[in-house]
């Protein structure tokens, strides 16, 4: 019976890695003996992982990523606002980059009810929207 070619390699490399730790080589590594940090990727395409690995190791981080982060910043200054104006334009903005995202994806942008950001945008918008009927109603 044949052996595969793989299987050789696979045997040859777990043969190397068992020796190295036996002669102490993962001893001193950075983060021995802490848990491990890991980073949650599952809203990447599996054949996408790798190379948004590579780009962010290199500094650049998904348009997903971007726009998720962008999103946030919109809702802290929405939330630190005072000005009625800017607060506004703020939502304006923030549904035009969720409008954008949506085409993007080619499917809508949902806030999901267990999403942190769902009651937050509810409540922003349900204070702009009575805000902007006091006003109708005074003008």
């Known amino acids: 019976m044949e052996e ?5 390699i696979a045997s040859l490399a777990e043969r190397r ?15 021995y003996g802490k848990p491990l940090t890991l980073e949650d990727d599952s809203h990447i395409p599996p054949e996408l992982r790798m ?10 981080i998904p348009p997903e990523l971007a726009e998720r982060k962008e999103i946030d910043s919109l809702l802290d200054m929405l939330e630190s606002a005072e000005d009625e104006q800017l607060k506004i ?12 995202a949506g085409t993007r994806r080619r499917r809508s942008l949902v806030l999901e009810q267990a999403d942190p950001y769902y009651e ?4 922003r918008i349900a204070v702009l929207k009575g805000r902007r009927g006091e006003r109708e109603k005074k003008g």
């Open 4 to 8: 595969h070619p793989f299987s050789f």
């Open 17 to 31: 890695i068992a020796e190295a730790r036996e002669a102490g080589a993962f001893d001193n590594l950075p983060g």
């Open 51 to 60: 190379s948004y690995r590579i780009l962010k190791n290199a500094g650049y």
């Open 120 to 123: 937050k945008v509810l409540r």
């Open 89 to 100: 334009r703020q939502m304006r903005r923030l549904e035009v980059m969720m409008l954008r």
